[in-house]
Nanobody
Framework: QVQLAESGGGLVQAGGSLRLSCAAS??????????MGWYRQAPGKQRELVAI???????NYADSVKGRFTISRDNAKNTVYLQMNSLKPEDTAIYYC?????????WGQGTQVTVSS
């Protein structure tokens, strides 16, 4: 089993920045997770991909965050980060960390990001 713990959410004004972190723990030990990434769900909307990164470093971003958000990961720590700059009110959502390992997916509990105008 893998547990994912997110941190770093909060309230910020439009144009501000936040950095989210997600650390994996559990039976994974020193093994490397496959894909790690971030999804978000705004009220009344479906959960959507924000950014993901493979263990080899390949990234994929939603068009709406390209140029503003940057995903990175520390494979030694099985931790993934999301640097969010130039935040907009429409970025307000619960942000969830997701990871895959041995053909299974794992989700964190989510962290709230609120951007005020």
């Amino acid at each position: 089993q893998v547990q994912l713990a997110e941190s770093g959410g909060g309230l910020v004004q439009a144009g501000g920045s936040l950095r989210l972190s997600c650390a994996a723990s559990g039976s994974i030990g020193r093994q490397r997770l496959n894909t790690m990434g971030w999804y978000r769900q705004a009220p009344g909307k479906q959960r959507e991909l924000v950014a993901i990164m493979t263990s080899g470093g390949t990234t994929n971003y939603a068009d709406s965050v390209k140029g503003r958000f940057t995903i990175s990961r520390d494979n030694a720590k099985n931790t993934v980060y999301l640097q969010m700059n130039s935040l907009k009110p429409e970025d307000t959502a619960i942000y969830y960390c997701r990871a895959t390992w041995l053909n299974r997916e794992y989700w964190g509990q989510g962290t709230q990001v609120t951007v005020s105008s």
